[in-house]
């Protein structure tokens, strides 16, 4: 039987199958999720935060402090306007409106799912359409994996009290792997796999949490939040791309998604502070349909990108043909 490959073939089917899983073992049958011993260990709800911490130290491994120039501009403009792009709009919603956000989306959903981007697509987009420093910037994307971001952006609006702790301790498991990964390139070889293998053993646990009722409430408002997501975050992304970074626009473009990880998001914010708790379970299927949503429209904008400004091979072949001949060397 070809499970994985049909998995994979799903939009975010390592993450969104697992925990649909997740969600009918809690609806039909709960009683299997309290069992106890090394069952719950791994299946219930409980279960997440250790495989999360587990997957962040993981990709901390490949962050390479040693890649510098061109890699780390281009990676920081974009992780920067990927940042504002989610945050400056779930907050200003937070503020105006409350936590509770618009149509049934909430701050808390709207942060969670459009300051992070899928890391695996970005690879893959970047890989067909850039050049090196595209695959590259990467590492310096990979910050926006897991809720560090999220929290600091509630933390520091005031709309969420999140103690610097719990800041700080979220991003520890990410440090340490990049301490390790650049002292030892073994270390990060050995770990790159992870990050991909974790994904469906945090997704179950998390859709333990989640009732079926919630699931189907939260899936029009997840898929307006995925569409969201890829349109306004694409929009901040590729103008910084293209007028900061001075590129194509298809980096930016191939950053417009929501990753896996943010459906984990909103419940390990709320587990800094209780002000987020009424907003988990919305926030999280809410998520869990934006992440299929953008996976399937982020291509589609990339190649528009491409289209219309070209790709990395050939703006580079371009800007090279521009350049004035250096000067002949008086002898």
């Not at 440090?175 to 053993?201: E, Q, W, Y």
Request: glycine letters at 12%; one cysteine or more; hydrophobic letters at 55%.
């Amino acid at each position: 039987m070809k499970i994985l490959a049909t998995v994979k073939k799903i939009p975010g089917g390592l993450m969104v199958v697992p925990l649909l899983l997740g969600v009918m073992t809690n609806t039909f049958f709960p009683g299997f999720l309290q069992f106890g011993g090394l069952t719950s260990a791994l299946f219930a709800p409980a279960a997440a935060s250790t495989i999360i911490a587990v997957c962040m130290f993981a990709i901390g491994t490949s962050i390479n402090l040693r890649q510098a120039g061109t890699m780390i501009k281009r990676g920081t403009v974009l992780l920067l306007a990927k940042f504002f792009a989610g945050a400056a709009v779930g907050l200003l919603i937070g503020r105006f409106f409350g936590l509770g956000g618009i149509m049934g989306i909430s701050a808390l959903a709207i942060v969670s799912s459009v300051t992070n981007s899928n890391g695996g697509l970005h690879m893959s987009l970047a890989g067909t359409f850039g050049d090196a420093e595209d695959v590259g910037a990467q590492a310096l994307l990979s910050i926006n994996d897991g809720p560090f971001l999220t929290m600091l952006a509630f933390g520091v609006s005031g709309l969420a009290a999140i103690p610097v702790k719990s800041l700080v301790a979220s991003v520890i498991p990410i440090l340490f792997g990049m301490i390790l990964g650049n002292l030892d390139p073994d270390i990060a070889d050995f770990c790159r796999p992870a990050g991909s293998v974790l994904i469906p053993f945090f997704a179950f646990p998390l859709g333990a949490a989640i009732s079926i009722q919630n699931l189907v409430t939260g899936g029009i408002r997840g898929i307006l939040l995925g569409l969201f997501c890829v349109l306004w975050s694409g929009l901040v992304c590729i103008l910084a791309d293209r007028y900061i970074n001075k590129r194509p626009g298809y980096a930016g473009a191939a950053i417009a998604s929501a990753a896996g990880n943010c459906v984990a998001t909103p419940a390990l914010v709320a587990a800094a502070t209780d002000t987020m708790l009424p907003y988990v379970e919305s926030a999280t299927v809410q998520c869990a349909a934006a992440v299929i949503v953008t996976t399937i429209c982020v291509p589609i904008l990339t190649s528009w990108a491409v289209k219309k400004w070209g790709d990395g091979p050939t703006f580079n072949a371009k800007r090279s043909v521009g350049k004035p001949a250096e000067a002949p060397v008086s002898k």
